[in-house]
């Protein structure tokens, strides 16, 4: 049994649940920002706000593309290619890069779940990355007959006299 899609699976809810997650916390903290009604080094607590909510939506908007792929893997049972591959390379190495921030600004718990939803991530990606031989390789293999028809390789038959 492969575990292909069952991880495929497993990081379209992450990162969905994820994407949700950065849109929330974010708007949580521009708000608390606006009801502080205070100046950082002299920076609008408005603007302040408003960029945190912007950036926290765009954010979440990346982690939704990037569970929209990994759904698309899971449905089509095929690896990744061009630009849902890019996504979620840059999807594994943002989580490195929260991980490493993660543990000095909030802690272990942090870091432990980044660097789960990393290992998920280059999982997926990894799995898909395994080639399989045809599947008329694998029956000649398995049966020992050698296969559906003669080899390329192999000489031609000789030809019989009447």
């Not at 997650?21 to 606006?34: C, E, K, S, T, Y």
């Not at 920076?43 to 912007?54: A, Q």
């Amino acid at each position: 049994m492969s575990v292909r899609r069952p991880v495929a699976w497993v990081v379209t809810v992450v990162l969905s649940l994820e994407a949700v997650g950065v849109v929330a916390l974010n708007w949580f903290l521009g708000i608390v920002v606006d009801r502080q009604d205070m100046s950082l080094a002299g920076l609008d607590p408005h603007m302040m706000s408003v960029s945190s909510k912007i950036g926290g939506i765009v954010f979440g908007l990346y982690f939704a593309l990037c569970a929209v792929v990994a759904l698309l893997v899971a449905l089509r049972d095929r690896a990744p290619a061009g630009l849902g591959r890019i996504l979620l390379i840059s999807a594994a190495v943002v989580h490195g890069l929260l991980g490493a921030f993660g543990w000095g600004l909030a802690g272990p718990g942090a870091f432990v779940f980044m660097i789960v939803v990393l290992g998920l991530i280059v999982l997926l990606l990894m799995t898909y990355d395994a080639q399989e031989e045809p599947a008329a390789g694998r029956r000649a293999s398995e049966d020992g007959t050698g296969g559906d028809g003669p080899s390329p390789v192999s000489p031609p038959p000789a030809p019989t006299t009447p």
